[in-house]
């Protein structure tokens, strides 16, 4: 298992269609991938999921992945919250 903590500076944070870029990029890999904060951990190629969290901007958010591509997955992920725009 894989992991790495990012915090979200998009002014919306993770909702709607930041969240939807999210999922995409979390269906291109193979392992299993998951997003916690604090105590909630959740599926990240859930939409439903992703937005049940209320994730806002400044918000520390954790990615964590279990499989063959982990690695690679994780840091996609980071990468693309770290750009997300408003």
């Known amino acids: 298992m894989y992991s790495q903590t990012v915090q979200v500076t998009n002014s919306v944070g993770l909702h709607a269609r930041p969240a939807t870029f999210f999922?995409?990029?979390?269906n291109e890999f193979k392992c299993s991938i998951w997003v916690e904060i604090g105590s909630r951990r959740i599926n990240a190629k859930?939409?439903?999921?992703?937005l049940s969290l209320g994730i806002i901007k400044g918000t520390d958010i954790t990615i964590l992945a279990d499989g063959a591509d982990e690695e690679a997955a994780v840091t996609?992920?980071?990468?693309?919250?770290?750009k997300l725009e408003d």
Request: charged share 20%; glycine share 6%.
């Open 76 to 82: 996609a992920l980071v990468e693309l919250v770290k």
């Open 46 to 50: 859930s939409l439903l999921g992703i």
């Open 23 to 26: 999922i995409q990029k979390a």
